[in-house]
Protein backbone atom coordinates (compact mmCIF):
# COMPACT_ATOMS: atom_id res chain seq x y z
CA UNK A 1 0.00 0.00 0.00
CA UNK A 2 1.41 3.41 -1.03
CA UNK A 3 1.91 5.86 1.96
CA UNK A 4 -0.46 8.98 1.34
CA UNK A 5 1.46 12.05 0.41
CA UNK A 6 1.93 14.90 2.99
CA UNK A 7 2.80 17.99 2.18
CA UNK A 8 3.48 21.83 3.88
CA UNK A 9 1.01 24.52 2.80
CA UNK A 10 1.39 26.85 5.49
CA UNK A 11 4.18 28.40 8.33
CA UNK A 12 4.30 30.88 11.24
CA UNK A 13 6.85 31.33 13.70
CA UNK A 14 7.41 33.77 16.15
CA UNK A 15 10.78 33.65 17.29
CA UNK A 16 13.69 35.56 18.99
CA UNK A 17 14.35 37.05 15.42
CA UNK A 18 11.11 38.17 15.09
CA UNK A 19 7.30 38.03 15.41
CA UNK A 20 6.68 35.89 11.99
CA UNK A 21 8.22 33.98 9.29
CA UNK A 22 9.95 36.15 7.49
CA UNK A 23 12.16 38.39 9.61
CA UNK A 24 12.71 35.12 11.57
CA UNK A 25 14.31 33.45 8.40
CA UNK A 26 15.87 37.19 7.47
CA UNK A 27 17.57 37.05 10.60
CA UNK A 28 18.82 33.33 10.54
CA UNK A 29 20.52 33.67 6.76
CA UNK A 30 21.80 36.92 8.07
CA UNK A 31 23.66 35.35 11.42
CA UNK A 32 22.16 37.61 13.57
CA UNK A 33 21.31 36.59 17.49
CA UNK A 34 18.73 37.40 19.43
CA UNK A 35 20.40 36.55 22.57
CA UNK A 36 20.59 39.48 25.11
CA UNK A 37 21.35 39.94 29.11
CA UNK A 38 18.27 40.30 30.88
CA UNK A 39 17.65 43.17 33.22
CA UNK A 40 14.59 42.13 35.16
CA UNK A 41 14.78 42.48 38.66
CA UNK A 42 14.19 38.56 39.60
CA UNK A 43 17.19 38.18 37.26
CA UNK A 44 19.60 39.40 39.97
CA UNK A 45 20.78 36.49 42.27
CA UNK A 46 20.64 34.00 39.17
CA UNK A 47 23.98 33.05 38.22
CA UNK A 48 22.65 32.63 34.36
CA UNK A 49 21.29 35.65 33.24
CA UNK A 50 21.11 35.74 29.90
CA UNK A 51 18.46 34.53 27.19
CA UNK A 52 16.63 35.05 23.79
CA UNK A 53 13.22 36.31 23.79
CA UNK A 54 10.82 36.55 21.79
CA UNK A 55 11.55 39.65 19.28
CA UNK A 56 7.84 40.36 19.54
CA UNK A 57 5.59 40.71 22.75
CA UNK A 58 2.46 38.38 21.75
CA UNK A 59 0.50 40.80 24.25
CA UNK A 60 1.25 43.25 21.48
CA UNK A 61 -0.36 41.05 18.61
CA UNK A 62 -3.56 39.50 20.83
CA UNK A 63 -6.36 41.32 21.99
CA UNK A 64 -6.04 42.00 25.43
CA UNK A 65 -8.78 40.04 26.85
CA UNK A 66 -8.14 37.59 25.01
CA UNK A 67 -4.29 37.67 25.81
CA UNK A 68 -5.09 37.95 29.34
CA UNK A 69 -6.84 33.95 29.34
CA UNK A 70 -3.78 32.29 27.58
CA UNK A 71 -0.41 31.68 29.53
CA UNK A 72 2.41 32.94 27.73
CA UNK A 73 3.21 29.54 26.18
CA UNK A 74 -0.27 29.67 24.43
CA UNK A 75 0.06 32.98 23.28
CA UNK A 76 2.84 32.43 21.24
CA UNK A 77 1.55 29.43 20.01
CA UNK A 78 -1.51 31.20 18.59
CA UNK A 79 0.34 34.10 16.67
CA UNK A 80 2.22 31.29 15.19
CA UNK A 81 -0.90 29.30 14.54
CA UNK A 82 -2.81 32.30 12.75
CA UNK A 83 0.11 32.80 11.06
CA UNK A 84 0.60 29.71 9.22
CA UNK A 85 -3.66 29.08 8.89
CA UNK A 86 -3.24 32.58 7.07
CA UNK A 87 -0.59 31.56 5.03
CA UNK A 88 -2.14 28.35 3.91
CA UNK A 89 -5.22 29.86 2.64
CA UNK A 90 -7.43 27.38 3.85
CA UNK A 91 -9.71 29.75 6.19
CA UNK A 92 -11.18 30.43 2.61
CA UNK A 93 -11.14 26.76 1.42
CA UNK A 94 -14.31 25.62 3.13
CA UNK A 95 -12.96 22.64 4.23
CA UNK A 96 -14.55 20.64 6.41
CA UNK A 97 -13.06 21.03 10.31
CA UNK A 98 -14.20 17.50 11.31
CA UNK A 99 -11.55 16.84 8.62
CA UNK A 100 -9.17 19.23 10.64
CA UNK A 101 -6.95 18.41 13.38
CA UNK A 102 -4.10 19.94 16.06
CA UNK A 103 -0.90 18.73 17.90
CA UNK A 104 0.64 21.64 19.45
CA UNK A 105 4.02 20.78 21.86
CA UNK A 106 4.81 22.11 24.74
CA UNK A 107 7.68 20.80 26.80
CA UNK A 108 6.94 22.50 30.45
CA UNK A 109 3.40 24.24 29.67
CA UNK A 110 1.80 27.00 31.47
CA UNK A 111 4.94 27.78 34.26
CA UNK A 112 4.11 31.49 33.82
CA UNK A 113 0.68 30.64 35.20
CA UNK A 114 1.65 28.32 37.72
CA UNK A 115 4.17 30.33 39.35
CA UNK A 116 2.14 34.09 39.15
CA UNK A 117 -1.13 31.65 40.70
CA UNK A 118 1.32 30.16 43.39
CA UNK A 119 2.11 34.14 44.41
CA UNK A 120 -1.60 34.73 44.62
CA UNK A 121 -1.86 31.74 46.52
CA UNK A 122 0.87 32.76 49.33
CA UNK A 123 -1.38 36.23 49.62
CA UNK A 124 -4.99 35.00 49.63
CA UNK A 125 -6.49 31.73 47.96
CA UNK A 126 -9.67 34.24 46.42
CA UNK A 127 -6.49 35.57 43.97
CA UNK A 128 -5.32 32.13 42.26
CA UNK A 129 -7.55 32.84 39.29
CA UNK A 130 -10.39 30.81 37.81
CA UNK A 131 -8.57 30.32 34.61
CA UNK A 132 -5.61 29.13 36.01
CA UNK A 133 -5.69 25.37 35.16
CA UNK A 134 -6.97 26.01 31.54
CA UNK A 135 -4.40 28.27 31.56
CA UNK A 136 -1.30 26.53 32.92
CA UNK A 137 -2.22 22.29 31.80
CA UNK A 138 0.49 21.45 28.93
CA UNK A 139 -2.70 20.84 26.19
CA UNK A 140 -3.77 24.33 26.67
CA UNK A 141 -1.49 25.85 23.67
CA UNK A 142 -3.08 23.59 21.29
CA UNK A 143 -6.89 23.60 23.04
CA UNK A 144 -6.52 27.15 22.19
CA UNK A 145 -5.52 26.96 18.91
CA UNK A 146 -7.95 24.57 17.89
CA UNK A 147 -10.18 27.18 19.46
CA UNK A 148 -9.25 29.33 16.91
CA UNK A 149 -9.85 27.46 13.80
CA UNK A 150 -12.75 25.44 14.89
CA UNK A 151 -10.70 22.44 14.71
CA UNK A 152 -12.65 18.80 15.23
CA UNK A 153 -10.52 15.89 14.32
CA UNK A 154 -8.84 15.64 17.09
CA UNK A 155 -6.33 18.09 19.38
CA UNK A 156 -3.05 16.77 20.28
CA UNK A 157 0.23 17.32 23.18
CA UNK A 158 2.94 15.48 22.82
CA UNK A 159 5.53 15.94 25.71
CA UNK A 160 8.76 15.07 25.35
CA UNK A 161 10.55 17.50 26.97
CA UNK A 162 13.07 19.50 23.42
CA UNK A 163 11.94 16.77 21.23
CA UNK A 164 8.30 17.73 21.92
CA UNK A 165 7.76 20.26 18.95
CA UNK A 166 9.11 17.49 16.68
CA UNK A 167 7.01 15.13 18.15
CA UNK A 168 3.87 17.01 17.15
CA UNK A 169 4.80 16.98 13.70
CA UNK A 170 5.27 12.82 13.59
CA UNK A 171 1.99 12.38 15.32
CA UNK A 172 0.35 14.44 12.47
CA UNK A 173 1.56 13.24 9.97
CA UNK A 174 0.50 9.45 11.16
CA UNK A 175 -2.96 10.84 11.78
CA UNK A 176 -3.28 12.16 7.88
CA UNK A 177 -1.50 8.93 6.80
CA UNK A 178 -3.77 7.21 8.89
CA UNK A 179 -7.27 8.34 7.08
CA UNK A 180 -8.22 10.59 10.43
CA UNK A 181 -7.61 14.36 9.19
CA UNK A 182 -7.17 16.20 5.89
CA UNK A 183 -5.18 19.07 7.44
CA UNK A 184 -3.01 18.96 10.76
CA UNK A 185 -2.23 22.38 12.38
CA UNK A 186 1.15 20.76 13.99
CA UNK A 187 4.08 22.95 16.10
CA UNK A 188 5.24 23.59 19.10
CA UNK A 189 5.89 26.84 21.58
CA UNK A 190 7.29 27.44 24.97
CA UNK A 191 7.35 30.27 26.86
CA UNK A 192 9.44 29.96 29.88
CA UNK A 193 12.15 32.83 30.20
CA UNK A 194 11.44 32.38 34.02
CA UNK A 195 13.64 32.35 37.13
CA UNK A 196 12.75 29.13 37.72
CA UNK A 197 13.77 27.34 34.56
CA UNK A 198 17.05 29.28 34.56
CA UNK A 199 18.03 28.46 37.86
CA UNK A 200 17.02 24.98 37.36
CA UNK A 201 18.83 24.57 34.07
CA UNK A 202 21.69 26.23 35.40
CA UNK A 203 21.74 23.88 38.56
CA UNK A 204 21.87 21.18 36.02
CA UNK A 205 25.32 22.90 34.20
CA UNK A 206 22.88 22.91 31.22
CA UNK A 207 23.19 26.52 30.58
CA UNK A 208 25.94 28.59 28.95
CA UNK A 209 27.28 31.12 31.65
CA UNK A 210 28.32 33.85 29.45
CA UNK A 211 26.99 35.98 31.37
CA UNK A 212 29.01 39.32 29.75
CA UNK A 213 29.11 37.85 25.98
CA UNK A 214 25.31 36.90 24.99
CA UNK A 215 25.31 36.78 21.29
CA UNK A 216 28.44 34.53 21.39
CA UNK A 217 26.80 32.37 24.51
CA UNK A 218 25.03 29.97 21.97
CA UNK A 219 27.98 27.96 20.20
CA UNK A 220 27.26 24.54 19.23
CA UNK A 221 30.18 22.61 17.85
CA UNK A 222 32.77 25.42 19.06
CA UNK A 223 35.26 24.06 20.95
CA UNK A 224 34.82 26.84 23.73
CA UNK A 225 30.43 25.85 24.09
CA UNK A 226 29.73 25.36 27.95
CA UNK A 227 26.02 24.89 27.44
CA UNK A 228 22.79 26.06 25.81
CA UNK A 229 20.90 29.56 25.87
CA UNK A 230 17.46 29.56 26.63
CA UNK A 231 15.34 31.03 24.04
CA UNK A 232 11.17 31.42 23.60
CA UNK A 233 9.11 31.69 21.10
CA UNK A 234 6.54 28.92 18.40
CA UNK A 235 6.63 27.01 15.03
CA UNK A 236 3.67 26.36 13.34
CA UNK A 237 3.73 24.32 9.94
CA UNK A 238 0.16 23.20 8.01
CA UNK A 239 0.48 19.44 7.32
CA UNK A 240 -1.99 18.90 4.49
CA UNK A 241 -2.50 15.47 2.22
CA UNK A 242 -1.05 15.71 -1.07
CA UNK A 243 -4.41 15.33 -2.83
CA UNK A 244 -6.14 17.92 -0.78
CA UNK A 245 -3.66 20.64 -1.10
CA UNK A 246 -3.55 20.01 -4.93
CA UNK A 247 -7.38 19.66 -5.18
CA UNK A 248 -7.67 23.59 -3.41
CA UNK A 249 -4.74 24.49 -5.81
CA UNK A 250 -2.74 25.47 -2.34
CA UNK A 251 1.12 26.49 -2.56
CA UNK A 252 3.34 23.95 -1.04
CA UNK A 253 6.43 24.92 0.27
CA UNK A 254 8.13 20.95 0.67
CA UNK A 255 6.88 17.46 1.19
CA UNK A 256 6.87 16.14 5.13
CA UNK A 257 8.82 12.39 3.90
CA UNK A 258 9.11 10.91 7.20
CA UNK A 259 9.48 11.13 10.93
CA UNK A 260 11.41 8.72 13.16
CA UNK A 261 11.09 8.85 16.84
CA UNK A 262 13.20 6.50 19.23
CA UNK A 263 14.29 6.44 23.01
CA UNK A 264 17.70 6.43 24.36
CA UNK A 265 16.69 3.58 27.40
CA UNK A 266 20.23 5.39 28.54
CA UNK A 267 19.91 8.48 31.30
CA UNK A 268 17.22 10.91 31.88
CA UNK A 269 19.05 14.01 31.31
CA UNK A 270 22.75 12.62 29.42
CA UNK A 271 22.44 11.60 25.88
CA UNK A 272 23.63 8.45 24.99
CA UNK A 273 27.17 8.78 24.10
CA UNK A 274 27.75 6.41 21.43
CA UNK A 275 24.58 8.17 19.70
CA UNK A 276 22.89 5.18 19.04
CA UNK A 277 19.34 6.24 20.24
CA UNK A 278 19.91 9.52 17.61
CA UNK A 279 20.76 7.22 15.06
CA UNK A 280 17.66 5.16 15.24
CA UNK A 281 15.49 7.93 15.06
CA UNK A 282 17.21 9.81 11.78
CA UNK A 283 17.21 6.06 9.83
CA UNK A 284 13.67 5.66 10.81
CA UNK A 285 12.75 9.22 9.27
CA UNK A 286 14.63 7.81 6.47
CA UNK A 287 13.27 4.53 5.71
CA UNK A 288 9.59 5.95 6.91
CA UNK A 289 9.81 8.59 3.91
CA UNK A 290 11.55 6.36 1.34
CA UNK A 291 15.03 8.42 1.39
CA UNK A 292 18.68 7.43 1.04
CA UNK A 293 21.46 9.14 3.03
CA UNK A 294 22.19 9.92 -0.34
CA UNK A 295 19.31 11.94 -0.50
CA UNK A 296 20.13 14.29 2.27
CA UNK A 297 21.91 17.81 1.60
CA UNK A 298 20.95 19.90 4.42
CA UNK A 299 20.51 18.93 8.54
CA UNK A 300 19.09 21.30 10.89
CA UNK A 301 21.09 19.17 13.83
CA UNK A 302 19.44 19.68 17.55
CA UNK A 303 23.02 21.02 18.65
CA UNK A 304 22.11 23.13 21.83
CA UNK A 305 25.38 23.84 21.99
CA UNK A 306 26.08 21.52 25.49
CA UNK A 307 29.63 19.99 25.34
CA UNK A 308 28.17 16.41 25.49
CA UNK A 309 25.13 16.33 23.20
CA UNK A 310 26.87 17.92 20.41
CA UNK A 311 29.63 15.38 19.87
CA UNK A 312 26.73 12.52 20.62
CA UNK A 313 24.50 14.12 17.51
CA UNK A 314 28.11 14.23 15.48
CA UNK A 315 28.25 10.79 16.08
CA UNK A 316 24.67 9.36 15.34
CA UNK A 317 24.92 11.65 12.05
CA UNK A 318 27.95 9.81 10.65
CA UNK A 319 26.11 6.71 11.54
CA UNK A 320 23.18 7.44 10.15
CA UNK A 321 24.45 8.68 6.48
CA UNK A 322 28.52 7.51 6.62
CA UNK A 323 29.83 8.96 3.84
CA UNK A 324 26.72 10.63 2.25
CA UNK A 325 27.22 13.28 5.35
CA UNK A 326 29.75 14.82 3.35
CA UNK A 327 27.65 16.18 1.32
CA UNK A 328 24.97 17.39 3.94
CA UNK A 329 25.09 20.96 5.04
CA UNK A 330 24.73 21.31 8.79
CA UNK A 331 23.11 23.78 10.55
CA UNK A 332 22.52 24.90 14.08
CA UNK A 333 19.31 27.55 14.49
CA UNK A 334 20.22 27.83 18.10
CA UNK A 335 23.36 29.47 17.61
CA UNK A 336 20.72 32.16 17.36
CA UNK A 337 17.58 31.67 18.55
CA UNK A 338 18.90 29.77 21.50
CA UNK A 339 17.02 26.29 22.40
CA UNK A 340 13.43 26.74 22.70
CA UNK A 341 12.53 23.68 24.48
CA UNK A 342 9.28 22.35 22.97
CA UNK A 343 8.95 25.02 20.75
CA UNK A 344 12.57 23.98 19.16
CA UNK A 345 12.02 21.06 16.91
CA UNK A 346 8.42 23.18 15.08
CA UNK A 347 10.40 26.27 14.66
CA UNK A 348 13.82 24.44 12.95
CA UNK A 349 11.47 22.23 10.98
CA UNK A 350 9.39 25.58 9.67
CA UNK A 351 13.42 27.20 9.09
CA UNK A 352 14.43 23.28 7.77
CA UNK A 353 11.32 23.66 5.18
CA UNK A 354 12.49 27.12 4.32
CA UNK A 355 15.86 25.96 3.58
CA UNK A 356 14.97 23.35 1.17
CA UNK A 357 12.31 25.76 -0.48
CA UNK A 358 14.90 28.41 -0.71
CA UNK A 359 18.24 26.35 -1.74
CA UNK A 360 20.13 27.99 1.23
CA UNK A 361 21.47 26.74 4.19
CA UNK A 362 21.30 29.69 7.36
CA UNK A 363 24.84 30.07 8.66
CA UNK A 364 26.12 28.61 12.05
CA UNK A 365 27.57 31.41 14.24
CA UNK A 366 30.13 31.62 17.17
CA UNK A 367 31.88 28.92 15.15
CA UNK A 368 35.35 30.23 16.10
CA UNK A 369 37.24 26.77 15.94
CA UNK A 370 35.44 24.28 15.27
CA UNK A 371 35.68 21.04 17.91
CA UNK A 372 37.58 18.53 15.95
CA UNK A 373 35.12 15.88 17.55
CA UNK A 374 32.43 17.21 15.40
CA UNK A 375 32.91 15.51 12.17
CA UNK A 376 30.54 17.32 10.33
CA UNK A 377 30.18 19.91 7.18
CA UNK A 378 29.45 22.98 9.42
CA UNK A 379 28.67 25.88 6.95
CA UNK A 380 29.41 29.31 9.00
CA UNK A 381 28.14 31.42 6.31
CA UNK A 382 25.42 30.89 3.76
CA UNK A 383 25.39 28.31 1.68
CA UNK A 384 23.64 27.23 -1.52
CA UNK A 385 21.14 24.25 -1.71
CA UNK A 386 22.08 22.03 -5.27
CA UNK A 387 18.93 21.82 -8.10
CA UNK A 388 17.28 19.20 -8.14
CA UNK A 389 15.46 16.31 -5.92
CA UNK A 390 16.99 17.11 -2.70
CA UNK A 391 16.01 16.47 0.96
CA UNK A 392 16.47 17.50 4.58
CA UNK A 393 16.18 16.21 8.06
CA UNK A 394 15.49 18.50 11.49
CA UNK A 395 16.93 16.63 14.77
CA UNK A 396 15.34 17.12 18.27
CA UNK A 397 16.41 15.57 21.22
CA UNK A 398 15.06 16.00 24.51
CA UNK A 399 15.60 14.96 28.29
CA UNK A 400 14.26 11.36 29.33
CA UNK A 401 16.17 10.17 26.32
CA UNK A 402 13.08 10.98 23.35
CA UNK A 403 14.92 11.04 19.68
CA UNK A 404 12.71 12.70 16.76
CA UNK A 405 13.85 13.16 13.47
CA UNK A 406 11.88 14.55 10.37
CA UNK A 407 13.18 14.12 6.84
CA UNK A 408 11.65 16.97 4.57
CA UNK A 409 11.57 16.70 0.79
CA UNK A 410 11.86 19.52 -2.19
CA UNK A 411 9.57 19.99 -3.79
CA UNK B 1 -20.10 56.24 51.28
CA UNK B 2 -19.63 55.85 47.59
CA UNK B 3 -22.65 57.08 45.78
CA UNK B 4 -24.74 54.18 43.21
CA UNK B 5 -23.08 55.95 40.25
CA UNK B 6 -19.19 55.92 41.28
CA UNK B 7 -19.89 51.98 42.39
CA UNK B 8 -21.89 51.68 38.83
CA UNK B 9 -18.73 53.53 37.25
CA UNK B 10 -15.75 51.36 39.17
CA UNK B 11 -17.89 48.15 38.43
CA UNK B 12 -18.05 49.08 34.24
CA UNK B 13 -13.79 49.46 34.96
CA UNK B 14 -13.38 46.45 36.16
CA UNK B 15 -16.04 44.43 33.88
CA UNK B 16 -13.86 46.37 30.76
CA UNK B 17 -10.44 44.95 32.28
CA UNK B 18 -11.21 40.96 32.63
CA UNK B 19 -13.93 41.14 29.73
CA UNK B 20 -13.62 43.55 27.33
CA UNK B 21 -16.78 44.87 27.29
CA UNK B 22 -16.92 48.85 26.50
CA UNK B 23 -17.55 51.09 29.95
CA UNK B 24 -20.55 52.90 28.22
CA UNK B 25 -22.34 49.83 27.80
CA UNK B 26 -22.06 48.53 31.95
CA UNK B 27 -25.47 49.76 32.60
CA UNK B 28 -27.48 48.79 35.65
CA UNK B 29 -30.28 47.43 33.80
CA UNK B 30 -27.78 45.36 32.19
CA UNK B 31 -27.76 41.18 32.30
CA UNK B 32 -24.28 40.08 32.62
CA UNK B 33 -24.40 36.53 30.69
CA UNK B 34 -27.68 38.20 28.81
CA UNK B 35 -26.39 41.27 27.28
CA UNK B 36 -22.94 41.60 28.16
CA UNK B 37 -22.23 38.40 27.69
CA UNK B 38 -20.05 37.94 30.72
CA UNK B 39 -19.36 34.04 31.10
CA UNK B 40 -19.27 32.07 34.23
CA UNK B 41 -15.48 31.90 34.95
CA UNK B 42 -14.97 36.19 34.02
CA UNK B 43 -17.89 36.53 36.91
CA UNK B 44 -15.37 34.78 39.12
CA UNK B 45 -12.93 37.51 38.64
CA UNK B 46 -15.14 40.60 38.50
CA UNK B 47 -16.59 39.56 41.76
CA UNK B 48 -12.96 39.04 42.97
CA UNK B 49 -11.89 42.53 41.79
CA UNK B 50 -14.86 44.14 42.99
CA UNK B 51 -14.63 42.13 46.62
CA UNK B 52 -11.01 44.27 46.61
CA UNK B 53 -12.00 47.45 44.90
CA UNK B 54 -15.01 48.02 47.51
CA UNK B 55 -13.72 46.26 50.14
CA UNK B 56 -16.68 44.01 50.57
CA UNK B 57 -17.30 40.35 50.62
CA UNK B 58 -19.13 38.43 47.84
CA UNK B 59 -19.56 34.62 48.72
CA UNK B 60 -19.72 32.62 45.98
CA UNK B 61 -23.48 31.25 47.10
CA UNK B 62 -24.66 34.90 46.61
CA UNK B 63 -23.26 35.37 42.62
CA UNK B 64 -26.20 33.26 41.06
CA UNK B 65 -28.26 36.17 42.47
CA UNK B 66 -26.39 38.85 40.51
CA UNK B 67 -27.58 38.33 37.36
CA UNK B 68 -27.38 42.49 36.33
CA UNK B 69 -24.94 45.14 36.90
CA UNK B 70 -27.93 47.08 39.25
CA UNK B 71 -27.85 43.64 41.44
CA UNK B 72 -24.39 44.25 41.66
CA UNK B 73 -24.24 47.81 42.45
CA UNK B 74 -27.08 47.11 45.20
CA UNK B 75 -25.20 44.09 46.52
CA UNK B 76 -22.42 46.56 47.06
CA UNK B 77 -23.92 49.37 48.46
CA UNK B 78 -25.59 46.68 51.25
CA UNK B 79 -22.27 45.23 51.72
CA UNK B 80 -20.85 48.60 52.59
CA UNK B 81 -23.28 50.47 54.66
CA UNK B 82 -23.96 46.92 56.48
Not at chain 1, 8 to 29: C, F, M, N, R, Y
Not at chain 1, 220 to 237: Q, T
Request: net charge negative; hydrophobic share 45%.
Amino acid sequence: MSKTRVVITGLGATTPLGGDVSSTWEGLLAGRSGARRLTDEWVQNLAVQIAAPAAVDPTEVIERVKARRLDRTAQLAVVAAREAWADSGLEDSGMDKERLGVAVASGIGGLHTTLSNYDALQQNPRRVSPLAIPMLMPNSSAAYVSLEFGAKAGVHTPVSACASGNEAIWLGLDQIRLGRADVIIAGGSEGAIMALPLAAFGMMQALSKRNDDPERASRPWDVDRDGFLLGEGAGVLILESYEHAKARGAKMYAELAGAGISADGHDIAQPDPTGSGARRAMERALSEGDLTPADIFHINAHATSTPQGDIAESLAIRQALGKDADHAVATAPKSMIGHLLGGAGAVESVATVLALHNRVSPPTINVDKLDDQIDLDVATEQRKLPEGDIAALNNSFGFGGHNAAIAFKSL
Amino acid sequence: MASTEEIRSNLAEIVNEIAGIPVEDVQLDKSFTDDLDVDSLSMVEVVVAAEEKFDVKIPDDEVKNLKTVGDAVAFIERAQNG
